[in-house]
C-alpha cells in the first residue's frame, strides 16, 4: 500500500543537514538512491537535487518503518521525518557535504513506486545516447544533468539581470511570423482560418528587433527560442536559445562593451572571472592567420614565412619546391608535439599534396623538419627562428603548387588557400591533442577561455552554385561609409564573379571563444535609400523587394534611428562552461542528429481530419 502525502511538509531538502542541525527534527522527501540492509538496521541514501542524505531505519526503535523499508527498491519516492544524528567520526563521509549527519527515522511514507529502471542515475557507465533521450526523465536524474540545468539557470539569470541593469528591456516578439530568407529553411505552420497560407517559425526575431527600435525601446533583449530546419550536428539544434540585443544610437564598439559585460557576469555565476575587453581581429587577418573566421587562439597562429627570406630565397625556394611565391608559406606549429614517426608524416603527406575536402588539392607539404634541415640548412634556422618553433614542437610547411593537376585550381584565391591550411591545423590539433595539452582545462580562465571579436566581415559572397553574389550575414547589415563608392560602382554586377562586391567591408562581427562561434551580429541599415542600393546589387527589384520586406522597408520610412544588435547562442555558452561534447548535454529536452524526439516520438504523422481541417493533403515524394 503507498501512503498519502497528507498535511506532512518538507523541512529540509536532501543537501542541506549539517552538524549544526543534530538534535533537531527534520522531514525530507526524494528519491531512494540506494539501500544497505544490515537486517536490523536498514540505511538509506535518500536523494533530490540538492544531494543525499543517509537516514537510519532501525527495527527495534521503529518495526513498523522497518518493515516498509524493506520493500523499497531504487527510485522509490519516500518522505522521512525522524531526529538528525551526529555521526560517530568513525563513519564520517567526507565525499558529500551531509556527510557528518544522518537522520534517525520514527516515520517513512511510500509516495511512489518504480518500475524496474533501464538504468540508474548513480551508474558510473552510461547506456547509449537513444537510450538517455528516450528515458530522458530518468536521464535529467543524474547529479551531471542536474548540474547542468542548474548552470543554465544561472548563467541565465546572470545575463538577463546584467542587460537589464544596463536599461534594457525584455521584450516578447512573435513565435508565429511570415516566413524570410535568413539562410536555412522555415519551420511552416499551416493556417486553419486562412487556407493554403502559412506561418513560419522565426530564425530569429530580426527584423522584429529593428521594428522595437523604430518604435523607439532604445535598448531591447530577449532570451528567445528560434527554429532552424537544417542539418545537424553536435552544436547545433532545430530549436535553440539565444541571446537576443539591440540598441539605438550605437558604434559597433558599444554592442561589444555590453556582450563582454554579460559574458563576465555570466561566467562569473558558473566561477570563473573573464578579462575585458577581447582581444579583436579582422575577419582577413583571421582568415589569412588562422585559415577561418572562428579562430581558437589556445594554439598558435600559421605563420607566412616569406617575411624571413630574402627575394632571392624565396625565388629559390618557390622554383625548388615548385610552388607560387605570390601566395604564402605557411609555417603551421603544434606545440610540444614532438618528432613523429615517419608513418605520422607520410598520413600527413611528406613533399606531397595534402588533401583536406573533396576536389583537387593544390596544397604542397613540407613535413620532414630534420630532411628540410638538411638540405636547406642557410633558410632553416632563418625560418624557424621568425616563427618561434621551440625544440619539442610539430611544425611543417604548406605552400601552393604552381602547376597543380587540375588548370581549375590555379584561380582558388588566398583565402581558400588559407582555409587548407586552417583546416591542416585544427585536424593535427586535434589529433595531438594529448601532446600539447592546450584544450584540457588548468582551472585558469586566462588559459582555458580565449576569446575574440573578428570584425569587418565581407559584405557579400559569391555563390558558386547558383552564380551570384549573395550577403554574407544577412540584407539589413550596414556597410563601411568608405566602402559605399565601391557599391555605387558596381551595383550591377551581381553575377560578375570578379567583382568588386568582393571587397566591400560589412559592419559585421562575431564573439568567438575556443574555436566556437558563441554569436554574430552588425550594425543595421537604417535608411531606406542605402537599403534600396543593397537590394539592387542582390539583384532584387522593388516589387520582389516589397513583396518580400515590404511592412519593414515601409517602417524604415518613418524615422528610423541607426541601429545595431547581437545574437548569441546560450546552448553554446553553458555547453563550453559545462565541458559538454554536444548541445543535447545542456539542452533539457534535445532533438537527435535526425530531429526526432524519441522521449515523445515526434514528429509523427498526424489524422486525415486534422489535414482535412487545415486544407492539406500530404503527398508521398519517391
Not at 536599461?167 to 493556417?191: K, N, Q
Not at 562569473?268 to 572571472?273: D, F, I, L, Q, V
Not at 546589387?537 to 522593388?542: N, Y
Not at 509523427?604 to 482535412?612: D, F, G, N, R
Amino acid at each position: 500500500m503507498l501512503d498519502f502525502l497528507g498535511d506532512l511538509k518538507r523541512t529540509h531538502k536532501c543537501g542541506e543537514l549539517r552538524p549544526s542541525d543534530a538534535g533537531k527534527r527534520a522531514v525530507l522527501m526524494g528519491w531512494m538512491n540506494r539501500r544497505r540492509d544490515l537486517g536490523s538496521i536498514i540505511f538509506i541514501d535518500l536523494r533530490d537535487r540538492t544531494g543525499v542524505t543517509q537516514v537510519v531505519v532501525n527495527k527495534e526503535l521503529n518495526p513498523a518503518a522497518h518493515a516498509k523499508a524493506e520493500t523499497l527498491r531504487n527510485e522509490y519516492v519516500v518522505a522521512v521525518s525522524g531526529t538528525v544524528k551526529q555521526r560517530d567520526s568513525s563513519t564520517v563521509n567526507k565525499n558529500i557535504p551531509t556527510g557528518e549527519v544522518e537522520l534517525v527515522v520514527d516515520e517513512l511514507r511510500i509516495l511512489n513506486e518504480s518500475k524496474q529502471l533501464p538504468f540508474l542515475p548513480g551508474d558510473t557507465v552510461l547506456p547509449n545516447e537513444e537510450m538517455r533521450l528516450k528515458y530522458r526523465y530518468i536521464d535529467l536524474r543524474r547529479d551531471a544533468m542536474q548540474f547542468n540545468l542548474e548552470m543554465r539557470h544561472k548563467v541565465s539569470k546572470a545575463i538577463r539581470d546584467y542587460l537589464s541593469s544596463q536599461g534594457f528591456l525584455e521584450i516578447e516578439t512573435p513565435f508565429m511570423t511570415r516566413s524570410t530568407p535568413e539562410g536555412a529553411r522555415d519551420y511552416l505552420v499551416p493556417s486553419r482560418v486562412q487556407p493554403g497560407s502559412f506561418y513560419a517559425l522565426p530564425q530569429s526575431p530580426q527584423m522584429f528587433k529593428q521594428i522595437l527600435m523604430i518604435s523607439g525601446c532604445e535598448r531591447y533583449f530577449q532570451i528567445v527560442r528560434c527554429f532552424r530546419d537544417e542539418d545537424l550536428r553536435a552544436d547545433r539544434q532545430p530549436e535553440f536559445t539565444q541571446i537576443d540585443l539591440e540598441m539605438s544610437y550605437p558604434q559597433p564598439e558599444s554592442v561589444w562593451e555590453v556582450v563582454e559585460g554579460f559574458l563576465s557576469a555570466a561566467f562569473k555565476s558558473a566561477g570563473h572571472e573573464i578579462k575585458s575587453p577581447f582581444p579583436r581581429m579582422t575577419y582577413d587577418e583571421a582568415v589569412r592567420r588562422y585559415g577561418n573566421d572562428k579562430p581558437d587562439l589556445r594554439l598558435p597562429a600559421i605563420v607566412d614565412i616569406r617575411e624571413a627570406l630574402t627575394p632571392e630565397e624565396l625565388e629559390e625556394f618557390a622554383t625548388k619546391f615548385r610552388v607560387r611565391k605570390e601566395l604564402p608559406v605557411q609555417l603551421i606549429r603544434i606545440p610540444k608535439a614532438g618528432d613523429i614517426s615517419g608513418t605520422e608524416r607520410r598520413t600527413i603527406g611528406t613533399y606531397g599534396a595534402y588533401q583536406h575536402v573533396q576536389g583537387p588539392s593544390f596544397v604542397q607539404l613540407m613535413t620532414d623538419p630534420k630532411r628540410f634541415a638538411k638540405d636547406y640548412a642557410a633558410i632553416s634556422e632563418k625560418i624557424l627562428n621568425f616563427a618561434q618553433v621551440e625544440a619539442d614542437d610539430l611544425w611543417l610547411l604548406a605552400a601552393a603548387l604552381s602547376k597543380p593537376e587540375s588548370p581549375a585550381v590555379m584561380d582558388q584565391s588566398i583565402q581558400h588557400f588559407c582555409e587548407k591550411c586552417g583546416y591542416l591545423r585544427l585536424d593535427l590539433a586535434q589529433k595531438y591533442a594529448e601532446k600539447h595539452g592546450a584544450f584540457k582545462k588548468t582551472g585558469d580562465p586566462a588559459k582555458d577561455f580565449h576569446f575574440l571579436w573578428v570584425t569587418d566581415f565581407p559584405m557579400f559572397e559569391w555563390d558558386k552554385t547558383e552564380k551570384r553574389w549573395n550577403p554574407a550575414h544577412h540584407p539589413f547589415t550596414s556597410l563601411h561609409e568608405e566602402d559605399m563608392a565601391k557599391l555605387e560602382a558596381n551595383i550591377d554586377t551581381v553575377h560578375d564573379p570578379k567583382s568588386a562586391l568582393g571587397e566591400i567591408r560589412a559592419l559585421a562581427y562575431d564573439v568567438v571563444l575556443n574555436g566556437t562561434e558563441l554569436g554574430s551580429g552588425s550594425i543595421r541599415i537604417h535608411r531606406q535609400d542605402i537599403q534600396a542600393k543593397i537590394f539592387q546589387a542582390l539583384g532584387m527589384g522593388p516589387e520582389e523587394a516589397k513583396a518580400r520586406f515590404g511592412f519593414f522597408l515601409e517602417a524604415l520610412e518613418y524615422g528610423t534611428p541607426p541601429h545595431g544588435g547581437i545574437a548569441l547562442g546560450l546552448d553554446r555558452i553553458v555547453m563550453i562552461l559545462a565541458g559538454a561534447d554536444s548541445l543535447r548535454e545542456v539542452i533539457p529536452f534535445p532533438k537527435t542528429a535526425r530531429a526526432v524526439d524519441l522521449m515523445v516520438d515526434a514528429p509523427t504523422p498526424v489524422s486525415e481530419a486534422q489535414l482535412k481541417e487545415l486544407g492539406i493533403k500530404v503527398v508521398r515524394v519517391e
